[in-house]
C-alpha cells in the first residue's frame, strides 16, 4: 500500500531555514507530481509546491523565491527547502502523490489519492 511519511519540521525563528522532506513507499512515485500543502489552524489547506515526474516545479506566490522543491526518484524523496520563514508559514506541512498527466490542476485538494500525516512547522517571531 502506499505511503507518504514527512518529517523536517520543527521550532525556528523568523528569518531562519527548515528542510522538509516526504518519502515514499509502496509505489513508485517515479511518474508522480508530488505537491506540498500546508494548513493553518482554522484555515483550509493551502497548497505549496508541486513538482513533476520531470522536475517541472510550480509555487504558490506566498512562498515563491523562498522555499525550493525537489526530488530524487531513485531515492523515492521529494524535499521542500525553506528559507526566510515568516510567522505566517507557521502550519502542518502535507505532501501528495497522485500520478501526473498533463493539463491537471495540481494546487487542489481534490486531484491527490495519497496524502502524508503531516509534519508541524511552527515560526516564531
Known amino acids: 500500500q502506499a505511503r507518504l511519511v514527512e518529517s523536517g519540521g520543527g521550532l525556528v525563528q523568523a528569518g531562519g531555514s527548515l528542510r522538509l522532506s516526504c518519502a515514499a513507499s509502496?509505489?513508485?512515485?517515479?511518474?508522480?507530481?508530488i505537491s506540498w500543502f500546508r494548513q493553518a489552524p482554522g484555515k483550509g489547506r493551502e497548497f505549496v509546491a508541486a513538482?513533476?515526474?520531470?522536475?517541472?516545479?510550480v509555487y504558490s506566490d506566498s512562498v515563491k523565491g523562498r522555499f525550493t522543491v525537489s526530488r530524487d526518484n531513485a531515492k523515492n524523496t521529494v524535499d521542500l527547502q525553506m528559507n526566510t520563514l515568516k510567522p505566517e508559514d507557521t502550519a502542518v506541512y502535507y505532501c501528495?502523490?497522485?500520478?501526473?498527466?498533463?493539463?491537471?490542476?495540481?494546487?487542489?485538494?481534490?486531484?491527490?489519492?495519497?496524502w502524508g500525516q503531516g509534519t508541524q512547522v511552527t515560526v516564531s517571531s
Open positions: 509502496g509505489r513508485t512515485f517515479s511518474n508522480d507530481c
Open positions: 513538482i513533476t515526474p520531470g522536475g517541472a516545479t
Open positions: 501528495a502523490a497522485r500520478t501526473y498527466y498533463v493539463g491537471y490542476n495540481p494546487k487542489s485538494t481534490a486531484n491527490y489519492p495519497y
